[in-house]
């Protein structure tokens, strides 16, 4: 098989929002992306309640788990956790500039040490038989060069690394808070291009600005895979059109039929876990995006779903207004 046939699209991992609900509508919407979760932390997972962090349903394969943390024996630790959980992949975040990234040094801060990165990879490799893979940045605070990217992938291909996703901006760690650090530093593709090229072997994954159909195209002529982010969030039907496109899939269910299918598992969800409407309902007000109607349905799901006894039956009521 082609590197280019395994996973060409994927859904980035987003901190408070690609939950394990929002991962259940996406499935919907496209049933060939790879999904990700958000990142959770070593942390999270030794000292909480591992079950609820790494729950996921069945129709969600494939589904990577991305975790955050600098320990090798932890990281191998929760790596087995998840596989024995039945994930399909494991993904270090080598690429979040947040604060809290910051204080407990992992995240894109590890960019600067990959001799550590390379320790983290192994010792997680070494413990599960499932793909393990790395999520960067072009670069981070002055460590900015293609010579600085080149050097961290080639230490982890050297490990045995295959599959890298590159956030084509760099990320600076004082001045900018973490939304900033996705829309401020330009985007690179051309050093993504450039580590490709030096690392034909190697499937680099492009993440980063990918918004429209014809960028979706252009950069899977250049790239093995991309990773689409705040586009499949905001304007989830997006998903939708890939499908067609790239997967050539014209089956895909229609928005309102998303609706209707997501009906039983907020009722199953509240049933087996309470989970509020409002938790499942909030990943899908940009479903209608540029359609008519989708002010209306926007403000319903903004409503209802947080009125007093809210059910399964309130994005039908949405659906009703939206008209």
């Not at 050097?151 to 760690?173: E, M, N, P, Q, S």
């Not at 960028?215 to 039907?237: C, T």
């Not at 109607?293 to 009125?307: F, I």
Request: charged letters at 25%; glycine letters at 6%.
């Amino acid at each position: 098989m082609s590197i280019k046939n395994i996973y060409p699209i994927s859904i980035a991992p987003m901190m408070d929002w690609t939950d394990r609900h929002c991962r259940y509508f996406h499935r919907l919407i496209s049933p060939n992306a790879l999904l990700y979760t958000e990142m959770i932390t070593t942390g999270a997972l030794l000292h909480g309640d591992h079950r609820r962090f790494l729950r996921f349903d069945k129709s969600e394969h494939p589904v990577s788990l991305q975790l955050g943390g600098s320990n090798p024996q932890d990281l191998s630790l929760c790596a087995k956790m998840a596989e024995d959980h039945g994930y399909d992949e494991i993904n270090l975040n080598c690429g979040c500039p947040s604060n809290r990234v910051q204080s407990g040094r992992f995240g894109v801060c590890m960019m600067k040490e990959p001799d550590h990165v390379a320790t983290c990879i192994s010792a997680i490799s070494n413990t599960v038989n499932i793909p393990v893979t790395v999520k960067c940045r072009i670069g981070v605070d002055e460590f900015d060069s293609f010579d600085f990217l080149s050097d961290f992938v080639g230490k982890l291909v050297d490990i045995g690394c295959i599959t890298f996703i590159i956030h084509a901006r760099k990320a600076w760690l004082k001045g900018l808070s973490p939304k900033e650090n996705r829309e401020v530093p330009p985007l690179d593709y051309k050093r993504v291009e450039n580590v490709k090229n030096t690392y034909p072997s190697v499937r680099i994954i492009l993440n980063g600005g990918i918004t429209t159909m014809k960028s979706v195209q252009d950069n899977l002529k250049r790239f093995d895979g991309l990773m689409i982010g705040r586009e499949a969030y905001q304007n989830p039907y997006f998903l939708a059109e890939i499908e067609s496109k790239v997967f050539n899939n014209d089956s895909t269910l229609s928005r309102d039929e998303i609706v209707r299918a997501m009906t039983p598992y907020i009722a199953r969800q509240m049933s087996e876990h309470n989970t509020p409407v409002k938790s499942i309902a909030r990943h899908m007000t940009g479903l209608y995006h540029g359609q008519p109607g989708a002010r209306k349905w926007r403000q319903a799901l903004s409503t209802l779903p947080h009125e007093e006894g809210a059910d399964e039956y309130a994005i039908e009521k949405a659906l009703q207004i939206k008209g």
